[in-house]
């Protein structure tokens, strides 16, 4: 029998956000948890098949699809703590002036207000997905990218600085899906800059 990671949903501090009910965070922690459930499921089901060693014909076909659906699972967990991290009460909006973040958004975009027009654009492309700011860690520079599902889109070798969820459950309690933008801006009102700005590499 192989050996597997086992993972714990954390909790989040997140009530009474600003736009975002309780009723869609008490939903959302949910589908969170799911993922965490799933994620441990499959480590193990992976870790038993391999725990044998060589596999036949059958188990790498077993082995390919528990792979793949590993990647959705994980990576729906990781960004959903990367996303709830991002957030907290009483947010107050933009960050404040001379933030490193905006000092990073004005390296790499010429303005902030410009990095975010092109951040909010991408969170309001059509499809499920995530808005993610990435940072390159071999020159500091930050970029905005959609991540299709959870597993594809990501950077490779990227840290993740700000993740922003819009597939239609984190808002779709509050807001029809014609109305995204609407809980854009709420996200936007909730975000924890200190959290970015130590995301941030110095």
């Known amino acids: ?9 954390k909790s989040f501090d997140l009530s009474d956000l600003t736009g975002i009910s309780n009723e869609t965070l008490a939903m959302h922690f949910k589908l969170y948890e799911g993922y965490v459930t799933n994620t441990n499921v499959l480590n193990q089901r992976i870790a038993d098949l391999i725990g ?12 390919s699809e528990l792979k793949r659906r590993f990647g959705f699972e994980y990576n729906g967990m990781v960004l959903h703590e990367y996303y709830f991290e991002n957030m907290q009460k009483h947010g107050t909006g933009d960050p404040s002036t001379g933030d490193q973040f905006i000092n990073a958004a004005e390296a790499s975009f010429g303005s902030y207000d410009v990095w975010k027009a092109d951040f909010m654009n991408t969170g309001k492309m059509r499809g499920v997905g995530w808005a993610a700011v990435y940072q390159d860690p071999s020159n ?21 600085i700000l993740i922003m969820d819009v597939w239609e459950h984190a ?20 975000i924890n800059w200190d959290v970015v700005n130590d995301r941030l590499s110095k």
């Open 52 to 63: 044998s060693g060589e596999l036949d014909a059958t188990q790498v076909a077993a082995f």
């Open 171 to 190: 808002f779709i309690k509050d807001y029809a899906p014609a109305d995204r933008p609407k809980y854009i801006e709420a996200f936007f009102a909730n």
């Open 1 to 9: 029998m192989g050996t597997s990671t086992t993972y714990t949903a």
């Open 140 to 160: 500091g520079a930050i970029s905005n990218h959609w991540i299709n599902l959870h597993e594809t889109g990501n950077v490779a070798g990227y840290k993740p």
